[in-house]
């Protein structure tokens, strides 16, 4: 059964940054897209950034271009988000999740494409 869990969410200040960690329990990492996403209280979930696994073409939302990088991990089955430059905005609870098709297969940052989702963790930037 396949498990992804998050981690190194927390609270920070506003330009500070953080280290979001996807751990993939009973899924190797040999293809499809893992992506992150984000809700925020009141709004609808969004895609962050997503990464194909294998190629590594990589993905981001306008919002967090510049801040945000993704990365992998396929030896130790991890995907990460580096954030940079945070803002009070980025406040979210952000989710992992993956994909059995490639990230370009269709639209990366909708949520409907994804098979599998991680229990989220907490960001909040305070300003």
């Known amino acids: 059964q396949v498990q992804l869990v998050e981690s190194g969410g927390g609270s920070v200040q506003a330009g500070g940054s953080l280290r979001l960690s996807c751990a993939a329990f009973?899924?190797?990492?040999?293809?499809?897209?893992m992506g992150w996403f984000r809700q925020a209280p009141g709004k609808e979930r969004e895609g962050v950034a997503a990464?194909?696994?294998?190629?590594?073409?990589?993905y981001y939302a306008d919002s967090v271009k510049g801040r945000f990088t993704i990365s992998q991990e396929w030896a130790k089955n991890m995907v990460y988000l580096q954030m940079n430059s945070l803002k009070a905005e980025d406040t979210a609870i952000y989710y992992c999740?993956?994909?059995?098709?490639?990230?370009?297969?269709?639209?990366?940052?909708?949520?409907?494409?994804?098979?599998?989702w991680g229990q989220g963790t907490q960001v909040t930037v305070s300003s």
């Open positions: 990464i194909n696994i294998g190629g590594g073409i990589t």
């Open positions: 999740a993956a994909r059995w098709t490639g990230c370009g297969w269709s639209k990366w940052d909708a949520d409907s494409g994804y098979n599998r």
């Open positions: 009973g899924y190797s990492l040999s293809g499809g897209c």
